[in-house]
C-alpha cells in the first residue's frame, strides 16, 4: 500500500504543474494531498477504493484554492507573471526523479501562458480531460459541478488557447531559429536580430522585484532587438549564453560569471520569432542552478 501510494507522486506533480505553472507550488500542492492522507485513520484509507484517484481529487482541489487566490497574489507582484520554466533532465541538474514533469506540448511557455487568462475551473477541466484523460464526471466529481457544466468549460479552455495560438505553417525548425537568434545576440548583430524577429513580436520578462529586467512587455522586433543589444553590452562579468530545452521546447540559459540569470523561452511563426519570454526571477530558476 505505502509504496502504491507513493508511486503516485510524479503523476500528481505532472497535474499540479500545469495547474499552477509554478513546480514548487506543485510540490507543495503535493505534499498537502498526502498530508491529509497520512491524517487518516487506517479504516479510512482502507476504506478507499482507489488511493490514486482520492489523491488526484484532492491534489486538485488543493491546486483550485490556490488558483482562486492567485489573482490577487499577482496584483502585487512586481512587473509581469511568468509561468516558472522548467529544464531538460539531460541538460542539467536533475533533482528528483519524482518531481520530473514529463515535457511536451502541454508544458510549453506558450501554453502555460494561455492558461493564465483562464478561470480556475476551466483550467482544471481542460487539463485533466485534454491532457490526462480524465471523464467529465470524474471532473465533475473533483471540481463540484455538473459533468455538462464541466464539458462546457473544458470547450471554452479551449476556444481561449487557439484564440491565443494561431495555427501557423512553420518551415524552419525553432531550434534553427533559437540557434541563429543566440548567434547574433552574441555578435551584437542587431540587423539580423531584426529579421529574425516578427515586426509585431513581444518580450516579456519576469523579475518578480528580485532582480532589474523589463517591467512591462516590450512590442516591436526593432524594440525588441535595441534592448537585447543594450542588455548585452551593459551586463557586468561574464556574459554567456547556452542551447537549453525550456519546457520541451528550443530555448536559452544565460549565465553571469557561470551562474544560471535567465532563461528565455519563445514562441514561434511563419519562419519568425512572434514571442519571447525571459524569466529572471531567482526564485523560479532553482532547477536550473546546480
Known amino acids: ?6 508511486s503516485e507522486r510524479r503523476h500528481l506533480i505532472n497535474i499540479a504543474y500545469r495547474l499552477l505553472g ?11 494531498a498526502y498530508a491529509r492522507w497520512y491524517a487518516l485513520s487506517p479504516p479510512r484509507q482502507d476504506a478507499i477504493a482507489s488511493p ?11 491546486c483550485l484554492d490556490l488558483l482562486g487566490s492567485a489573482r490577487a497574489r499577482r496584483e502585487r507582484y512586481v512587473g509581469e507573471w511568468i509561468p516558472e520554466p522548467l529544464p531538460d533532465p539531460s ?21 502555460l501562458v494561455a492558461l493564465e487568462s483562464m478561470t480556475p475551473a476551466q483550467r482544471v477541466a481542460l487539463i485533466l480531460h485534454d491532457v490526462f484523460h480524465y471523464s467529465f464526471a470524474e471532473i465533475a466529481e473533483i471540481t463540484g459541478r455538473t459533468p455538462a457544466a464541466c464539458r462546457e468549460l473544458a470547450s471554452a479552455a479551449r ?9 501557423a505553417a512553420l518551415a524552419v525548425p525553432q531550434a534553427d531559429l533559437v540557434r541563429d537568434f543566440k548567434q547574433a545576440w552574441e555578435a551584437k548583430d542587431i540587423s539580423t536580430l531584426v529579421g529574425l524577429l516578427d515586426p509585431t513580436a513581444t518580450f516579456t520578462a519576469d523579475g518578480g522585484g528580485l532582480v532589474t529586467t523589463a517591467l512591462h512587455p516590450i ?4 524594440q525588441i532587438a535595441e534592448f ?3 542588455v548585452a553590452t551593459k551586463v557586468p562579468g561574464d556574459f554567456t549564453i547556452l542551447e537549453r530545452t525550456v519546457n520541451g521546447q528550443p530555448g536559452l540559459l544565460i549565465q553571469n560569471d557561470g551562474v544560471p540569470s535567465s532563461v528565455y523561452a519563445f514562441d514561434v511563426a511563419d519562419d ?3 514571442r519571447i519570454w525571459a524569466i529572471r526571477n531567482p526564485e523560479k530558476l532553482r532547477t536550473w542552478t546546480d
Open 159 to 167: 476556444r481561449r488557447v487557439r484564440a491565443s495560438q494561431p495555427p
Open 1 to 6: 500500500m505505502m509504496d502504491a501510494i507513493l
Open 228 to 230: 537585447l543589444i543594450a
Open 22 to 32: 509554478s513546480l514548487a507550488e506543485a510540490e507543495d500542492a503535493v505534499q498537502e
Open 52 to 62: 490514486g484517484a482520492w489523491l488526484t481529487t484532492v491534489t486538485s482541489r488543493v
Open 272 to 274: 519568425r520569432i512572434t
Open 91 to 111: 541538460e542539467g541538474p536533475t533533482g528528483d526523479p519524482a518531481d520530473r514533469v514529463t515535457l511536451d506540448e502541454s508544458v510549453s511557455m506558450a501554453f
Open 219 to 222: 512590442d516591436g522586433g526593432e
